[in-house]
Every structure is written in C-alpha cells, then in structure tokens.
C-alpha cells in the first residue's frame, strides 16, 4: 500500500477512536442529562490534510459510523460530513489564511448548524427514536460549543503532529 492510503486508513482510525471515546464520555455525561453533540470537529482537518477523494471518502466512512453510534437517521453525517468536506475544500482554496482560530470557527459554525438540523429532523419525525426537548437541545448545544472549542484546537494539533505537517508549509488543496 502507498504511502497516501496507509495515512488515509491512519486518520480513519484516528477518527474513529475519538468518536468511541466520544461516544464513552456521552454515556457517563446522560446521568447529568448532557449529551456532547460534535460531528463538526472532523471534516476540516480531513480536508487539510487529503485530497478531495480520499477526504471524501474517510468523511463518509465516518458519517456511517457516526450514525450507527448516535443513532441517527442512518445516512445524516454520512451526507453532511462529506457535503462540509467538499465545501470546506473550496473555502480553504479562497480563505488563503493559515490561522487556527479561522478553522475552528469555521468548524464551530458548522457545528451548531449540524446540530439545529438534526434537532429539527427529531422533532419532525413521526416515530421519535429520540425524545429531544427544546431545553435540553438548547442545553446540549451549549455544553457542546463549550467542550468544541479546545478540543477542536487539541485534535487540529493532534492531526498535524501525526502527519508531521508544520503550519508554514503548504497545505494539499486541489
């Protein structure tokens, strides 16, 4: 296997182990009735740091398993993560600033848009798997964006540390 792979099935990986440790969190965190909702935190380090397909492609791969972890109307991230991809490529082509703090509030704004959308679709099902009051939405989503912004931060810095990619250099934009 090439070298690009091997580092596509490494950030595959990587997010797949955030997400399960995501997803542990969230079970000790219900006893408190908070839920860390945070898809928004994968897709643009993904885009950074791979090309279009392959960016693509770990973006479905983990919008599937996010579904079948949150259990989520099964397609939702599997659209929305690549579709963020896809648009944060283009963005990072025309926004030609390098700053962290630019991404993360990119990121965040995402985010919160992710989580308005899959908190209408809840409440416009007809069979609710999910019973989401507007309080704890509101709750969540505030709890979220708290606990969202460093570890954007952290994860951004995990990822270019794996890759060994330094800020100066270039980033892999089509």
């Given at each position: 296997m090439n070298?690009?792979?091997l580092n596509a099935c490494l950030m595959l990986l990587i997010c797949f182990i955030l997400l399960s440790l995501i997803t542990i969190v969230n079970s000790k965190l219900v006893n408190w009735g908070l839920f860390?909702?945070?898809?928004?935190?994968?897709f643009l380090s993904i885009s950074i740091f791979f090309n279009s397909s392959k960016a693509f492609i770990i973006c479905l791969i983990t919008g599937l398993f996010l579904d079948e972890i949150l259990s989520t109307p099964f397609g939702y991230h599997g659209i929305v993560l690549p579709t963020l991809q896809t648009l944060s490529k283009e963005w990072l082509k025309y926004n030609g600033n390098n700053n962290a703090f630019?991404?993360?509030?990119?990121?965040?704004i995402s985010n919160i848009l992710l989580t308005i959308i899959l908190f209408l679709i809840f409440k416009f099902q007809t069979h609710q798997t999910i019973e989401w009051?507007?309080?704890r939405f509101s709750s969540d989503?505030?709890?979220?964006?708290?606990?969202?912004?460093?570890?954007?931060?952290?994860?951004?810095?995990?990822?270019?540390?794996?890759?060994?990619i330094k800020e100066e250099q270039n980033l892999i934009i089509e």
């Amino acid at each position: 296997m090439n070298r690009e792979l091997l580092n596509a099935c490494l950030m595959l990986l990587i997010c797949f182990i955030l997400l399960s440790l995501i997803t542990i969190v969230n079970s000790k965190l219900v006893n408190w009735g908070l839920f860390l909702y945070l898809p928004g935190m994968f897709f643009l380090s993904i885009s950074i740091f791979f090309n279009s397909s392959k960016a693509f492609i770990i973006c479905l791969i983990t919008g599937l398993f996010l579904d079948e972890i949150l259990s989520t109307p099964f397609g939702y991230h599997g659209i929305v993560l690549p579709t963020l991809q896809t648009l944060s490529k283009e963005w990072l082509k025309y926004n030609g600033n390098n700053n962290a703090f630019r991404y993360v509030c990119f990121q965040l704004i995402s985010n919160i848009l992710l989580t308005i959308i899959l908190f209408l679709i809840f409440k416009f099902q007809t069979h609710q798997t999910i019973e989401w009051t507007f309080s704890r939405f509101s709750s969540d989503l505030l709890f979220s964006t708290i606990v969202f912004i460093p570890l954007c931060f952290w994860f951004q810095d995990l990822v270019t540390k794996i890759f060994k990619i330094k800020e100066e250099q270039n980033l892999i934009i089509e």
